[in-house]
T-cell receptor, first 117, second 114 residues
Framework: GAVVSQHPSWVICKSGTSVKIECRSLDFQATTMFWYRQFPKQSLMLMAT?????????EQGVEKDKFLINHASLTLSTLTVTSAHPEDSSFYIC?????????????FGPGTRLTVT | AQTVTQSQPEMSVQEAETVTLSCTYDTSESDYYLFWYKQPPSRQMILVIRQEAYKQQNATENRFSVNFQKAAKSFSLKISDSQLGDAAMYFC???????????FGKGTKLSVKP
């Protein structure tokens, strides 16, 4: 099956700093990538959807200036948490899909645990 | 708006027994897809099974099968011959073309007792 990687798997940063999380599709071209946030014992909450070469579409309530998403190539999307605060500590999961539309199965990365101290 | 409801926060099953996880959804679309994902302690999301709404036949993947009732908007997952490795969070998800992404339920935590 298709593989999606995330880096880093775990990051600790100080409050006020920015941190970048990378999401890569290793063996397919991902025209659409999704970023989710998951709090402990909760479900996945969609933060934004990005299509390669286009601006990301953010879900209601997600601060686009705080969570910067870049989908510059068909195999790489990045999520940058700017001026991170302890409340941003969470588990971030990316997902990639080969097609722009249609069910084209979504493949999930292993997630990144962010801890802001 | 599409919604997915999992009414069982936790379930428990004895090893080798059968367990059914419930899921209901709400959608105005006639063509859509439904999924069950497994999230073990590693937190890697794993696709368990998927069902196309236009197919009347229930999907089956080895020990995993679904009971898809389109009129009732119900999509339950049956795990037969439960194994210790089945212990995980299970998420039901809906995909509709108009939404363009997966909508997840809140999840059911499955424990398997030896």
């Amino acid at each position: 099956g298709a593989v999606v990687s995330q880096h880093p798997s775990w990051v600790i940063c100080k409050s006020g700093t920015s941190v970048k999380i990378e999401c890569r599709s290793l063996d397919f071209q991902a025209t659409t990538m999704f970023w989710y946030r998951q709090f402990p014992k909760q479900s996945l909450m969609l933060m934004a959807t990005s299509n390669e070469g286009s601006k990301a579409t953010y879900e209601q309530g997600v601060e686009k200036d705080k969570f910067l998403i870049n989908h510059a190539s068909l195999t790489l999307s990045t999520l940058t948490v700017t001026s991170a605060h302890p409340e941003d500590s969470s588990f971030y999961i990316c997902s990639a899909r080969a097609g722009l539309t249609g069910v084209g199965e979504q493949y999930f990365g292993p997630g990144t645990r962010l801890t802001v101290t | 708006a599409q919604t997915v409801t999992q009414s069982q926060p936790e379930m428990s099953v004895q090893e080798a027994e059968t367990v059914t996880l419930s899921c209901t959804y709400d959608t105005s679309e006639s063509d859509y897809y439904l999924f069950w994902y497994k999230q073990p302690p590693s937190r890697q999301m794993i696709l368990v099974i998927r069902q196309e709404a236009y197919k009347q036949q229930n999907a089956t993947e080895n020990r995993f099968s679904v009971n898809f009732q389109k009129a009732a908007k119900s999509f339950s997952l049956k795990i037969s011959d439960s194994q210790l490795g089945d212990a995980a969070m299970y998420f039901c998800a809906h995909y509709g073309g108009s939404q363009g992404n997966l909508i997840f339920g809140k999840g059911t935590k499955l424990s398997v007792k030896p």
